[in-house]
Structure formats: C-alpha cells, structure tokens
C-alpha cells in the first residue's frame, strides 16, 4: 500500500465517519453522581499473564481478545466469559510479548509479537500454530513493536525505535507504510482516531505526537512533562517515588460535537492524566498513587474514563470535567497543569493484582481487565 492509497482512504475518512465506536454527545444524557463496580465473573484460560485485551465491535460487540505470556492469543465470547478459539506458538521469551491485538475488517485478528504482526480469519480458526496458519507481516528493521491499534482494514503500531508504521490488512500481500518522524525514545502506544484521518501515540520521551495519515508524518507534538512539578520530599518519612510522565497508554474520546475535532486523553507513568482539545491541554496530577497502565473511554457510557493503575485500583472519572476544567488554555500545544483536585466517580481498590490492560464494549456495561493469567468482568451503574 503506497502513500497515494493512504492519502485517498484519509480522504474518504474525513468524509464518511466510521462505526467502530458507539457516539456520544455531550450533555445528551444524565452524567453519574457516583459509580459502583462490582466483580461479576473471571474468565480462565490464559496460563500467564495477560500483556493485550481488546474488545470487538459492530457484529463482533461481544467478543473479547487477549494476548498473554503463554504464547496464546485467545478469542472469548464476553457474555458468558467462555474461550471460542486460541491461536498458540507464539514465540514469547524474556524479552519478547504479545504486544498489540486487534479487530480487523470485517472478520479479521491481527497480533503484534516482537518485530512482527500476524492476521488471520477467525472463522477459520479452531486451535492452530501461529507458525503456519497467519499471513505475516514483517517491519523492514526488525524493530520489535510496542503497542497496535486497528480500526476497519487499518493496522496502526509503534516500536521500540519510536516509529509509527500502518498496514493495510485487506491487501493480497500486505506490507507496512513508516511514517516520517518518531518519538525520541521507545514508542509505547498508539490510538485511531475513530473519525478523522488522524492517529496518536506516545513514548517514553514523555511526548504524545498527533500524526496525520494522509500526510504520512507528525502534525503536533505535545510535552507530557511540561506541566508536571516534581515536588522534593519534605522528610525522609515523606519520602515517595516520583516516575517522569512517561505516556503508557492513550485513546480518542468519540464525541461528535462542531467544532471539537480532537479529543486525546493519555495515561503516564507519575500517575498524571492529559487530556488534548483541539490545540488546548490540561494536565490532571496525581489520578494514581503510581503508573497508570492503561485507559479508555467506556464504551457503551463514553462521557466515562475508566483508568487502571499499579496502586491496584481501577477509577472512574467524568470526561467532560477532565476536558473542560474551569481554568483558561494555553494555546499551540502548551499544556496546562489543573491546580485543582478532581474526584473520581468511583474507585475500585485493593485489587488481587496489578492490572495492566482494560477493555470495554460498546453494548456490554462492563468493564474487563487483567488479573494474573485470568480476564476479570466488572460490571457499574
């Protein structure tokens, strides 16, 4: 696929909205006072930990898909939290994960592990050998990748490198298109935006970069750490481990709304929440105790954020508050730390373990993330 056919899907993108993500408009639907999340079920099957969760969408809503440790990508049935079909052999080690998993077309599976990605048709699978079931794409660098975001026939990923690179999945003979530019450091996520012609990323140079597709390059970058003040401990007593903002994990919150465009809420490593408006940023400090590993936009309540963390707690926050603080903006990019403290809806904590993935559906009011080697449903209200 050539910059000329990336430019013309842009293009139709722009034009024609994708369903992948249920719309949500702002003000259109009572907000919650209070959120209660209670464990409904675990799903078992994985034999390790699980390193990538996704939920599907369109006729697939109710299907869940995990990567774990065990060299298995798993496809689930997330009503009844039963395992549909595996796909094993993928060559895990030390050093080497399932990275990145995905929903692709209109029955496709894609996997991310080390300096590859594999796509198969889910209809066809039973239980099969990853080494000689999948049609493979290889990253011309051997880089390995790090995060991988799908959204129609597109496959989005970034590696270690900080390269972002995209692949066409519905090609005969698929092949990756690089982007220009790259974060200055490791790539650690990636996110569609579920309208525009538009991806975002961010890496451990603590930046998120906004790409455009059409142009095959980064339209804006924006400093994750510029806003954040790391205080030094008054005593030993007070002493606590302060991460850099490093960017874990990101996602484009669906509101359709004039004039509103870009809406990017990102995750770091010192616990921090930024939340991208148009050119507008605002920095919310200490949502965590510690790293947030992961964070999305509930699905089927999309004013909703769901943020998982290395403190073992799972928190609930209202995106509008988040996105439109009563604080003036800084324009061009310039972020702006939001000296104020914002409760959450509801915080679940003291979890068995430490989550590092989360999932929503965009029918299904619940939401997945992992425990050890097990999928874990929680269901709010």
């Not at 309208?195 to 059409?214: H, K, L, N, Y």
């Not at 800084?330 to 403290?341: F, H, K, M, Q, S």
Request: contains cysteine; hydrophobic residues 40%; negative net charge.
């Amino acid at each position: 696929m050539g910059q000329t056919q990336i430019a013309a899907v842009a293009a139709a993108l722009q034009i024609a909205k994708t369903n992948l993500i249920a719309v949500f408009k702002r003000n259109r639907s009572p907000k919650f006072k209070h959120v209660a999340t209670v464990k409904i079920s675990t799903f078992k099957g994985h034999r390790s930990g699980i390193t990538a969760l996704t939920a599907g969408w369109d006729s697939r809503n109710t299907l869940l898909l995990s990567g774990s440790d065990d060299g298995t990508v798993r496809l689930w049935d997330a009503r009844i939290g039963k395992s549909i079909c595996a796909v094993i052999g993928f060559p895990i080690d030390e050093d080497i994960s399932i990275s990145g998993i995905g929903f692709v077309g209109d029955h496709g599976l894609v996997a991310a592990c080390g300096p590859s990605i594999s796509i198969y048709d889910h209809r066809a699978l039973k239980v099969v050998n990853q080494a000689h079931s999948a049609a493979m794409v290889d990253i011309d660098n051997g880089s390995e990748i790090q995060a991988l975001s799908t959204r129609g026939d597109f496959a989005a990923f970034v590696d270690e490198d900080g390269s972002l690179g995209v692949c066409d999945t519905s090609d005969v003979a698929p092949s990756v298109d690089k982007f220009s530019g790259n974060h200055d450091a490791l790539a650690s996520c990636v996110g569609f935006h579920p309208d525009r012609p538009e991806i975002g990323s961010g890496g451990f140079d603590q930046q998120v970069f906004v790409w455009d597709m059409a142009e095959e390059c980064v339209a804006n970058k924006v400093d994750a750490g510029a806003a954040m003040d790391v205080e030094e401990p008054v005593g030993l007593g007070e002493q606590r481990l302060v991460n850099p903002p490093f960017v874990y994990s990101l996602d484009y919150w669906s509101v359709d709304e004039a004039g509103e465009g870009r809406m990017l809420a990102s995750g770091h490593a010192d616990g921090s929440v930024m939340c991208i408006r148009n050119d507008a940023v605002f920095c919310w400090s200490e949502c965590h105790d510690y790293s947030i590993s992961a964070l999305q936009f509930v699905r089927s309540r999309p004013d909703v954020l769901v943020t998982v963390g290395l403190d073992r707690t799972i928190r609930l926050w209202d995106a509008e508050s988040m996105f439109f603080p009563e604080v003036e903006a800084a324009e061009n990019y310039r972020p702006v730390r939001v000296n104020r403290e914002l409760s959450p809806l509801g915080v679940l904590k003291d979890l068995y373990a430490k989550p590092d993935t989360v999932a929503t559906s965009d029918v299904l009011p619940h939401i997945f993330t992992d425990e050890r080697g097990d999928i874990v449903a929680y269901a709010f209200e």
